[in-house]
């Protein structure tokens, strides 16, 4: 068996469980979209006049700016159940069991974090369908689609990661519980519910900082508009480095942890 | 002796100022069934989580299969099957795919996956309940599932961490029968237990373990020898009978020796049943009424008494095989049966 093979077979393996384990428990797996879908509709009918401000983006309606920052909300929310998930295995002994299998250790933090990747395709495509259903246009046609699927999954793959790395030092999900809520003010110091140009210091230069703020432009440039390069290739990068650094740190974190066991 | 399937040398294990294992030697043969007993908080599990490569030794090394624990951690874990304490399940899944997710990862090509899964769950018993959820299992089919995923790569050395904490004597009896089935097969089971009997029945050798030390070795029947004489409980009518008293009015038939719970006195006789009159003679002229008598053969529990100075913690044996009037507790919860005097 080749090392890609050594590795992929078990992270797949993983990943397959933990999907079978999300879709049979659809109360942990329906807030991910239910609470931006209810916090898009509150935005949409109280803030829809949004849109008449001086230098707000040229858009067909509110609900076609917002799609991406609940595309964005949803996916961070995803990492969070990734994370409680990873923490829940630690308290139960699952993850005993995995450390104690002929699996590589990465296999171990990348079987939950492919899931997430699978989880967070279907959660962009939820709010795709709901946009259309409620007469968004993708300005972007398929392709415009295709590409904010993918941005959407590769920054779901980064948050999972993230999820996965903060269980690995909390090592209880109440922990990860209460630190994800840290992660949201992040979310709200980037562009994913504003535009970026209208914010004002000091928010507008964290969200210049902010890789959210990219993740989320990156998914609403091929809704509201003809696809560009430059936002859309942002997005995949932003997401590329999150996936980076955060899959990365998760790795580190499993080899601490089982170097310090 | 052949190569040993376990090996420890002054193995040891700190956590912060903690000796929870303070240098354990011990040699465990291929194909031997070794019982390690001691009471909660010996060590026991301590000492399995760092053969099983979950915990690194803070001291001495250990080897299975001629591998180092922890210099050769991957080596180790493709030649062990483990089922811990607590069977850690995913419990959303089906008795059949925790099987087959196990002998994925554990590599078994995929054309032998569903043959070889199908053929464990049916050798523990649980084909009628493959396809139902883990969740849906009582403790015992946990137990059995968790035996069962332990055995999909046919591994050399099995350890099993308390198996039957908890289980009802069904479950207790059908697992005793497939570690029985292991020994038979060669495997090399290295068995936890606070159970004296469980010990005593299953293990070709017990190592006794107390404070994170190995204070005895050897053969249930080698360790009761050590011991040698049979005892006599004695248990004396009234609130709290004066023990000091009654052990000096038996003390010329015998040597006194450390109480089980229950018991107000003790005695070592080398006459055997023929001591008790003569006992009952003694403490009735000391103006002691006696509520019960029994002559105990040495048990593991006295060899644990004599090694350590204390009995067992609860003294707890597992209930007899097919005896109807053993409690059986809730197969699903966690707590061990109650304790009954040994």
């Known amino acids: 068996m080749s090392a890609l093979a050594r590795v992929a077979v078990p992270s797949l393996a993983l990943a397959r469980r933990t999907l079978r384990g999300a879709l049979r428990r659809p109360q942990f797996l329906a807030p991910l ?3 931006p879908t209810l916090f898009l509709a509150i935005n949409t009918g109280g803030l829809h006049r949004t849109t008449d401000l001086p230098g707000f983006p040229k858009v067909d309606g509110f609900l076609d700016f917002q799609l991406a920052g609940a595309m964005t909300q949803s996916l961070l929310l995803g990492g969070v159940m990734q994370g409680i998930g990873a923490a829940l295995e630690i308290e139960g002994g699952f993850f005993d069991r995995l450390v104690a299998s002929p699996i590589p250790r990465v296999s171990i933090v990348l079987g939950r974090i492919l899931a997430g ?5 279907a959660q962009v495509l939820w709010f795709l369908v709901l946009g259309i259903v409620f007469g968004v246009t993708i300005h972007g046609g398929v392709p415009g689609a295709l590409l904010v699927l993918s941005i959407g999954a590769v920054a779901g793959t980064g948050f999972a990661a993230l999820g996965v790395l903060i269980a690995l030092r909390a090592r209880n999900a109440s922990t990860v519980q209460g630190i994800f809520p840290l992660v949201f003010v992040v979310l709200f110091v980037s562009s994913a519910f504003f535009p970026r140009a209208l914010l004002q210091s000091p928010a507008s230069w964290f969200a210049e900082w902010n890789p959210l703020s990219y ?13 560009s390069a430059t936002p859309v290739l942002e997005g995949l990068g932003a997401a590329a480095l999150l996936v980076a650094a955060f899959v990365g740190l998760a790795v580190l974190a499993l ?4 170097r310090t066991a | 002796m052949s190569k040993p399937a376990i090996e420890t040398v002054d193995l040891q294990r700190a956590f912060g100022g903690i000796k929870a294992v303070q240098g354990i030697d011990l040699a465990v043969a291929p194909g031997e069934v070794y019982g390690f007993l001691g009471p909660n908080g010996a060590g026991k599990t ?15 090394h250990a080897t ?29 899944m089906t008795g059949r795919e925790l099987m087959e997710l196990q002998a994925t990862l554990h590599g078994i090509p995929r054309r032998t996956v569903a043959p070889r899964a ?15 959820r883990v969740g849906t299992y009582s403790g015992g089919m946990r137990r059995r599932l968790d035996l069962a995923m332990a055995l999909i790569h046919e591994p050399e050395v099995l350890f099993l961490d308390e198996p039957t904490t908890g289980l009802d004597p069904t479950s207790r009896t059908t697992l005793w029968e497939e570690v029985r089935r292991l020994r038979d097969e060669g495997t090399t089971v290295f068995l936890t237990t606070q159970y004296l009997e469980e010990a005593d029945v299953l293990a070709d050798r017990v190592g006794i373990i107390d404070a994170g030390r190995l204070v005895a070795e050897g053969t249930p029947a080698a360790l009761k020898a050590e011991v040698g004489l049979p005892h006599l409980d004695i248990t004396l009518l009234g609130d709290a009978p004066d023990a000091d008293a009654a052990g000096r009015a038996v003390e010329p038939f015998g040597k006194l020796c450390l109480a089980g719970p229950g018991v107000t006195v003790s005695l ?11 006992v009952v003679r003694a403490l009735d002229e000391a103006g002691f009424a006696v509520e019960g008598i029994e002559l105990v053969r040495p048990t593991l529990d006295d060899v644990f008494a004599e090694k350590t100075g204390h009995r067992l913690e609860g003294a707890e044996t597992a209930a007899p095989e097919g005896d109807p009037d053993a409690e059986a507790p809730d197969p699903d919860a966690g707590a061990p049966p109650p304790p009954v005097p040994a």
């Open chain 1, 33 to 35: 979209v239910i609470m």
């Open chain 1, 117 to 121: 990747t699978v989880i967070a395709a």
């Open chain 1, 215 to 227: 993740v989320a432009d990156g998914m609403r440039d091929p809704i509201v508009g003809q696809v």
């Open chain 1, 255 to 258: 080899r601490g942890r089982l």
């Open chain 2, 46 to 60: 301590t000492t399995v989580r760092m053969l099983v490569t979950l915990l690194r030794p803070t001291g001495g």
């Open chain 2, 64 to 92: 299975i299969a001629g591998f180092d624990v922890a210099r050769q951690p991957a080596e180790v874990r493709r030649r062990i099957g483990v089922a811990l304490q607590e069977a850690a399940l995913d419990l959303l």
């Open chain 2, 118 to 132: 199908a053929e464990l769950i049916a050798r523990v018993g649980l084909s009628n309940a493959a396809e139902r």
């Open chain 2, 268 to 278: 070592r006789v080398a006459d055997g049943a023929a001591a008790i009159a003569p």
